[in-house]
Every structure is written in C-alpha cells, then in structure tokens.
C-alpha cells in the first residue's frame, strides 16, 4: 500500500530530525526514514562497551548545538533533554605536564595563560572582546541560508566597527600565524590550532583562523555541552518532539531511490519495496555523493552536476577508541579545572607535522587526537569514581603509506580491518600513556571504531568522513557540494539537501536541515500563490 505525505525525510541525524521538527510545526504531515534500529544519526550513544557505561557511539560534545538559534528555538528541555559541562572547557596537556585551558570564564582562562606567559592574559582578555562584537552576528550568519543577507549585513557591520579590512585580514589568516601574531606563548595558540583539527582545515591554511575562533571563543562563550545521560538523548528528544506535532518515524527503513516525475521529486522507494508518495517535498539528510550517486536516479541528474560531483571531496577518515576506566585518567600532573574535552599533541610542530601526514596521504605515527572525559562532564556515564573515556583522530580517505611503519606494534596498512584499527587504536593509547602514567592499568575494556565500522553505523560516515566533505575553502559556502549550488535547493523540484554535505557543513547546529526545511516552505508558497493566479 502506498502511504502518501506533506514530506518525506531520509534520515534521521540531527539535520534530518530538526527539518522534520519544522515542517511538522508548519502543518505538515512528515515521515522520516532512517536505515539504521534507532534515531540519531552520527548523535547517538550505547552502553556496549562495558556493564555501567555509557560511551557516545560518534560525537560527544555540542558547542554549536548551544550557539544555534535553530535548536535552542526547539525547546528541547521540554522533551527531556538536559545540559551538562565538565568544570573546564578544553584542555591541551603538554609533555611537561603543565596545560593549557579554556574555562568558561574569560577571566579564569586569561589568569591561566598569564602564568604560563605574561602578557598572554591580557592578550586573550582583548581576544575575548572582540568576540563580543562579532560572534554572536557571526555565527547567525555562518548558520544562516547562503547568502547570509539580513545576518551577512549585521556581521559586516560589526567587522566594520571592529577593525575592517585589517580585521577581514586577520580572520583569513591560517591559525597558526594568527595565534602568533596575538601571543607570546604557545598555551593560547595550541587551544585555538587544535580546535582548528576538529575539521580537516591544515594550520597553516587560510580560514583554519575564523574555525579556530569559532570553537574556543564560541566554547567561552557557550561551554562544550554534553546531553545528560549520553549523546543519543540530544536527538532522542527531536524525536520526541517531532512525535508530539504528530510525526512519524521509521527505522530500519533503507531509502534505496528517490521518485522523480517531469524532473519533480514525489517521493521514495525503500530496499523492501514500499512505496512513500511526498506532496511537497523530500528532504535528504544524505551524503551529497549518495544523494547524486544512486539515489535519484541518473537520468534525472544534470550532466553539469554529475560533472562536479566527481570533484567531491571528503574529508579525513576517522579511527575512535573507547575506554571504560576503573578510576580517573592519572593525569602526570592534575590540570587547575578538569575538562570535558582534550588534545593530545607534543605542540604546535608536532600538530602541524600529524596533520601534514593525513593530508599527504600517510598514517600518522603520532596521532593528533581529540578526546573526552565523559564522567567529568556527566557523572552519569559510569559507577561512581570512574571514567568513560574516548579519543578520535583523522586518517586519510586513502592511504598511501605508514609513516610509522617499522615502529612499534607493526606497520598499518591502511585496510583498516581488525588488525589495523588495534595497532593505530595502540598508538594513541600510547599517547595518553605519555601523559597519564599508568592510565592503561585503569581500562576495563576498550572498543575501536575504524572507518568501515564508522560506515556500518551511519552511512553519511563514508570510511569514516564526520564532517559531510572536506571544510577547505575551495568546498565552502557557494561552493559547497559543488560550485553553483550552495543552497538546499536542488536541480530537481522539490528535493531540498539537508545533511552536512549542505552549506554550512559539519557540526550539531541543525542549520542544514533547517535550511532545507525553510526553503521547502518558502517553494511552496509560492507554487501555491502561483496556481491561484492561474
């Protein structure tokens, strides 16, 4: 039987569920399909590691989920959902032991860089400021329709305000040279390069400076938040939410084909058959290489368009390692503030050079790895005086070589089969050895996620892609998928994407769906003014 809707939604990420959220508040009838047993996308948490513990399948902390407008417009502690911080922000642990921090409070991180370098306090305080004037019109505009037009203005105005041209100048600058021009010490510019590392942007790249920005100074201002009782519970409350305006989801449901008639979207074909007719529109929170690659059937896709998704680039894949601990990191030396979020990387070359290797194709030796204390965050995550731990790092899409080959523990391939992903997971356990001696005494049992298990998981995760493609420039705002598009709009009528191949890009802050979901709203308003004029 076929089942007819305002909409249809393939997916059920984040994007995916907050498109739905908004349709659904504007009357309409919307299902969403999700291949996977449960919602959440890459926003999802399970207790498979070990008894008592929770871990966060694929992202854990929601800086951008706090600053977006779009979700806090969702009210989503009405459905259950509730905030957590650790007591810091972010740490960078240092092989000396020392650190470098980001605490909520302005003062407290400035107070906290002036020891380790005079001048640097008073460096961050003024960095501090200048966020004030432009961050919160910054990130409207970034989360907002490209282009910007009404935020855009506002945001041009507070750059205007706040430096002009020198400051336009400053914001493209690569972190690194940022950093440098900014401060004497290397704590400030270690915190801001290894937010740059959440994306694939390169140090020493121009916009790894305005990303950088973003995540710490956003991070000061917003904390890096964590949904109380595991990640899952951030998107389990879309679906709440989405369920009381009369929603309808349905798991286990693989979207295999979008129907297309006289070049318009009118619904989708799942793997076992069934049928599901869209009156208005289908939003898809899908890969844009999926979308374009399979999906909507090749004779509906542009020849200009199949072109320009074969210059389609990823970004990086990715290895994440689980830990259930029997008691706290033993960190060489306790950081002042406990952070949620931390970094592991010797300094500024060591970054740079791991960072190098991924780009140039090769596995890392030394892993730059972000990570998370879970428990400090929510003491929800596991018994009493232990610790859910994870860490992730980049590898490439495609390697060529090891760099660590003939080091120990064994050459990686690059296959990323079982083999492969307890060697690399090694190395980066090796690297929080470093700084917490004895730390794997502590662990009761360890999980590895590599690229093919990441893909199982959520198929937006090509071999482990977190980000939706690649954030380098050349993949952004107009000219993200591809050049031309830019928007959620597709060359088919009524297919809006809404996942993170759309512009913005990456990150929870439900922009791209929302995106999708105003622009399937605003089309057909005028389809329906203009069929009464006829």
């Known amino acids: 039987m076929t089942r007819t809707y305002d909409a249809v939604v393939v997916g059920a990420g984040p994007n995916g569920l907050v498109a739905a959220n908004l349709l659904a508040d504007a009357g309409w009838s919307v299902l969403v399909l999700e291949q ?191 949904p109380r009782g595991g990640a899952g519970m951030l998107t389990q409350a879309m679906a709440r939410r989405f369920a009381s305006r009369g929603g309808e989801v349905r798991c286990e449901a693989e979207v295999t084909r979008v129907e297309v008639v006289a070049g318009r979207a009118v619904g989708v074909r799942t793997a076992d058959g069934e049928a599901y007719v869209a009156r208005r529109a289908v939003v898809a929170d899908v890969l844009a290489s999926k979308l374009w690659g399979g999906l909507v059937p090749p004779e509906h896709v542009p020849a200009r368009t199949a072109r320009r998704m074969r210059g389609f680039d990823l970004d990086p894949g990715t290895v994440k390692v689980d830990w259930a601990l029997s008691g706290p990191i033993p960190w060489a030396q306790a950081p002042a503030h406990a952070p949620g979020t931390f970094h592991v990387a010797d300094g500024l070359e060591d970054l740079t050079t791991t960072l190098g290797q991924v780009a140039a194709r090769a596995i890392p030796d030394r892993p730059f790895m972000l990570a998370g204390q879970m428990t400090t965050s929510d003491p929800t995550r596991s018994p009493e005086g232990t610790e859910s731990v994870w860490s992730y790092a980049h590898v490439p899409q495609h390697a060529t070589h090891d760099a660590g080959a003939g080091g120990p523990g064994g050459e990686v391939r690059g296959v990323w089969d079982a083999d492969d992903c307890e060697r690399f997971a090694d190395r980066m356990q090796a690297r929080i050895e470093e700084r917490a001696p004895g730390f794997g005494s502590r662990i009761l049992a360890r999980r590895v996620l590599g690229p093919h298990e990441m893909e199982e998981r959520d198929a937006n995760l090509v071999r482990g892609a977190l980000n939706g493609g690649t954030s380098q420039l050349h993949q952004e705002l107009f000219l993200r998928p591809v050049p031309g598009l830019g928007r959620a709009e597709t060359s088919v009528r009524g297919l809006y994407l809404g996942s993170s191949s759309a512009h913005p890009g990456g990150g929870v802050h439900g922009a791209c769906g929302a995106n999708a979901a105003r622009a399937a709203l605003a089309h057909d308003r005028v389809r329906r003014v203009l069929g009464k004029r006829r």
């Not at 959440?40 to 871990?55: C, E, I, L, M």
């Open 36 to 226: 996977q047993p449960e919602v959440g996308g890459a926003v999802r948490s399970d207790d498979d590691v070990h008894p008592g513990f929770v871990h966060d399948t694929f992202s854990s902390f929601y800086p951008l989920s706090a600053a977006s407008r779009t979700i806090r417009a969702l009210h989503l502690e009405e459905h259950g959902l509730e905030w957590c911080h650790a007591p810091a922000v972010l740490g960078h642990p240092f092989p000396d032991g020392s650190w470098a921090l980001l605490h909520r409070d302005r003062e407290v991180t400035a107070a906290l860089a002036d020891e380790r370098h005079a001048g640097d306090g008073e460096a961050w305080l003024a960095l501090s400021d200048l966020w004030d004037r432009i961050g919160d019109s910054f990130v409207d505009a970034l989360l907002s329709p490209f282009p910007p037009v009404r935020h855009g203005a506002r945001f041009l105005a507070d750059v205007a305000r706040s430096g002009g041209v020198d400051l336009v100048k400053e914001l493209l600058t690569p972190v690194l040279s940022f950093g440098d021009h900014r401060f004497g010490g290397e704590g400030p510019t270690m915190l801001l390069a290894g937010n740059a590392g959440h994306s694939d942007l390169p140090p020493t790249a121009p916009g790894s400076g305005v990303f950088a920005l973003l995540l710490t100074l956003g991070g000061q201002q917003h904390g890096f938040p964590v």
